[in-house]
């Protein structure tokens, strides 16, 4: 991964909006959601939408496809878990015992799962 994406990623995510845009499509998966739809959710107007969706795709942290007339956006998956991969790939300087929890939690394990195995010894 190069610096400057992430240095991108990060500004792009530096907003409120776009955060929440961008979290937004990560739960909805490869489902994805038109434009107007995540507005809605949000509480943001199309042209305010627009520019933050924008940003996202310059950044690379979304992808998008046209549907007839609207444009469904998608979280771009590769592009996150490079991201993902560019923090932690020094993770625990080279103790990766240290990290589990967190790589735990990053492949969606519940929290009582993480809870249940740590007193179990796991």
């Known amino acids: 991964m190069d ?10 995510l530096s907003q409120k909006t776009r ?5 937004l499509l990560i739960k909805a998966g490869p ?18 939408m627009s520019a ?19 444009i469904r956006y ?7 878990r490079d991201l993902l991969t560019f923090l932690l790939a020094d993770c625990c300087g080279g103790h990766p015992d240290l990290c589990a929890q967190v790589m735990d939690i990053v492949t969606c394990q519940t929290e009582t799962t993480l809870i249940e195995d740590h007193r179990e010894g796991l």
């Open 3 to 12: 610096t400057n994406f992430a240095l991108g990623a990060f500004g792009a």
């Open 19 to 23: 955060l929440d845009v961008f979290r």
């Open 31 to 48: 489902d994805g959601m038109n434009s107007g739809e995540i507005g809605e959710v949000l509480g943001v107007r199309q042209n305010t």
């Open 52 to 70: 933050n969706l924008s940003v996202l795709l310059q950044a690379g942290l979304v992808k998008n496809e046209r549907e007839g007339r609207s």
């Open 74 to 80: 998608f979280a771009n998956m590769d592009r996150t």
